[in-house]
């Protein structure tokens, strides 16, 4: 499969999870890939070498999603590193949930840091980088169009703004012909939402399919969204969540 050969690709938060479900579906299809990490250095490397094993050029850079400075030095360090740069997917988030009546200002500011301004960002500083046929792509959640679970409230807030903001940056970037979309994940088998957590039964009655997603569900949308097949998509939002229902 090489339908992404000659490109070059950053995901944020790779170490782990979807992200580096992502990075590894790119490296796949044949692109070069950087990514993301917060804190988790081995885990990156793992990614990375991975990435290497399949005969792509990888990188993993630090960089905190929260920190406008260190998002700026992530995209300008992928793009010295692979020469250039194609494909942008906007995956690092982070989920605190509470209620509305006890979540702290902190909790709120940290969410919308990471999941709003930092996708907002991480494209600003991708857009002088990417040419024709340009893919930026995020991850948001199928929270954001169905709340479940009272606590989740203002975490699938800052998701639902991921929609606004595809659809906005699609209409900018469309005349230069560069694709904006969104993937939803509903209930997807991680360490942070394991299918066999506390919650899992619960979750898995929300599915007509009876069951989590893998990591691997979410990459191939995100890999058929950066592919020439997805070329006149744009401003898109793709559920993955196993037809969930409230």
């Known amino acids: 499969m090489s339908e992404l050969a000659g490109k070059r690709a950053l995901v944020t938060g790779a170490s782990r999870g979807i992200g580096a479900a992502i990075a590894l579906a790119l490296a796949e299809k044949g692109a070069d890939v950087a990514i993301t990490y917060a804190g ?18 990888a990188v993993a850079l630090q960089a905190d999603s929260g920190d406008p400075d260190a998002i700026k030095r992530s995209v300008a360090e992928a793009v010295g590193v692979l020469g250039g740069l194609d494909i942008l997917v906007n995956n690092a988030a982070v989920a605190l ?40 792509i995020t991850i948001g959640s199928a929270g954001a169009d169905r709340i479940v679970g009272e606590p989740g409230s203002v975490y699938y807030m800052t998701k639902s703004a991921m ?3 595809t659809r906005g940056l699609a209409r900018e970037l469309g005349p ?9 994940p509903g209930s997807t088998n ?3 939402n394991p299918a066999n957590g506390e919650f899992a039964d619960f979750q898995r009655a929300l599915s007509p399919l009876g069951r989590f997603g893998e990591p691997t569900d979410v990459a191939a949308a995100v ?5 020439p097949a997805a070329r006149h998509i744009t401003g898109a939002i793709l559920n993955v ?4 229902v409230t």
Do not use: C, W
């Open 40 to 57: 988790s250095a081995d885990r990156a490397a793992d990614v990375v070498s991975a990435i290497e094993a399949k005969g792509r050029k």
């Open 97 to 136: 949930y509470n209620l509305i009546a006890d979540i702290s200002a902190d909790e709120i500011d940290t969410m919308l840091r990471i999941n709003v301004r930092g996708p907002i960002l991480a494209a600003q500083a991708a857009i002088p980088h990417l040419q024709a046929g340009g893919r930026i």
């Open 163 to 165: 929609q606004s903001f």
């Open 176 to 184: 230069r012909d560069i694709t904006v979309n969104l993937v939803q």
């Open 190 to 192: 991680t360490e942070s």
């Open 223 to 227: 890999a058929f969204f950066a592919s």
């Open 241 to 244: 969540d196993g037809g969930q």
